[in-house]
């Protein structure tokens, strides 16, 4: 794909990634600091479990610094790291299948790699209840449950799309960015996911 123009926030994040590269702890912590809400909340969402998905957001921020030398600098580093929490999700909902439970409140405490400068321990604070999760739709505590179960349902890829733009808020040029398929693509998965879902929502919501 070609590059995009960076946006302020795109070139602190560029600055911070050359800093981890050169061993620099305190900006592998920023990073982390940053997205460490986002990216729990997209992999809370997609599995719908508060262990797995503690689990998941500590994996991303593994991959992402072991992969950090691979990260093209001139593209948005935001796009790159959720890329790796939707792999991994992915690939964990294939292994394993579905959900266990639905609650959050989580403080995870993520192991980051290896630096010069010896290994860097990084906290990631994770929301604490449901409450501090933006929903988009307003919903009573029975009707959330029955939502959440039908969003478990849909195909992965649909899911993390619904995931992704209606509750992260991202464009579907960012989601294309993300999932690596054609923008026409991401937003075909959007529309079919949202027709399944008002299939199974029906008189519900």
Sequence with gaps: MATTRLS?????????????REGDARAYELLVRKYQDPV???A???????????DLAQETFVRALEG?????????FRAWLFRICTNAVI???????????????MAVAAGAGPF??????VVIEMPGSDTEIPENISVANETAVTVREALMDLPEHY????????????????????????????KTWGHRARALLCDTLEGVV
């Design 8 to 20: 302020r926030d795109s070139r602190e994040d560029a600055r911070l990634v050359k800093g981890c």
């Design 40 to 42: 729990f909340s997209i």
């Design 44 to 54: 809370y969402r997609m599995v719908g479990d508060r262990e797995d998905a503690r």
């Design 68 to 76: 950090i030398d691979t990260f093209n600098i001139r593209m948005p």
């Design 91 to 105: 690939d964990h909902l294939r292994k394993y299948g579905k959900v266990r439970d639905i609650p959050v409140e």
């Design 116 to 121: 010069d400068g010896g290994e860097c321990a």
């Design 159 to 186: 899911r993390a799309v619904v995931v992704l733009h209606h509750m992260e808020g991202m464009s579907y040029s960012e989601i294309s960015r993300v999932m690596e398929v054609p923008r026409n693509t991401a």
